[in-house]
């Protein structure tokens, strides 16, 4: 059997592979930034991530991560453990996939609602159709002659 051992690549840049492709392995690039809005430009200028993982005690920082970037799931001070939750929806936003998996929202997302719409033996809307009769012709009148009535002016 083969084991890969965890690996950190420290000072990791836009353009090495690890961060070009989905890791699917034990592998943690670390990027380092200077101010907490250089971090939610750089999340903002790649594709939408799966996971979101923010490392803070800081709540006002936790929430300004949360409400200034999008991602699939995230978690706070773990890694990874969102997806482990089955309570909770798990799923990717824009390039990493649409819809969630997991309990309820999986249940949904994998299910075809079939709506049923059956109209009755007396449709209404039949006498509005062509060949244009009476009842519109008449409803047409009345409209144009009430015209200047419900007329609204913008000036």
Same mark, same amino acid.
């Given at each position: ?45 790649? !594709? ?5 993982? *923010?490392?803070?005690? &800081? @709540?006002?920082?936790?929430? =300004?991560?949360?409400?200034? +970037? ?44 079939? !709506? ?5 033996? *007396?449709?209404?809307? &039949? @006498?509005?159709?062509?060949? =244009?009769?009476?009842?519109? +012709? ?18």
């Amino acid at each position: 059997m083969r084991k890969f051992a965890p690996h950190i690549v420290i000072s990791a840049t836009d353009e090495m592979d690890i961060l070009q492709r989905e890791i699917l392995g034990p592998l943690l690039p670390i990027k380092t930034y200077r101010s907490k809005e250089e971090v939610v430009d750089c999340v903002a200028s790649h !594709p939408r991530p799966i996971a979101l993982n *923010i490392y803070s005690n &800081d @709540k006002p920082l936790q929430n =300004y991560y949360l409400y200034m +970037t999008m991602s699939g799931g995230v978690t706070v001070n773990d890694g990874l453990l969102h997806a482990g939750l089955h309570s909770l929806p798990f799923g990717g936003i824009g390039n990493s996939g649409m819809g969630h998996y997991h309990g309820y929202a999986g249940f949904t997302t994998f299910s075809k609602m079939r !709506p049923v719409f059956c109209q009755g033996p *007396i449709r209404a809307l &039949d @006498k509005m159709m062509p060949p =244009y009769e009476v009842l519109p +012709t008449k409803l047409m009148n009345f409209m144009i002659k009430r015209k200047s009535r419900f007329a609204v002016s913008y000036e």
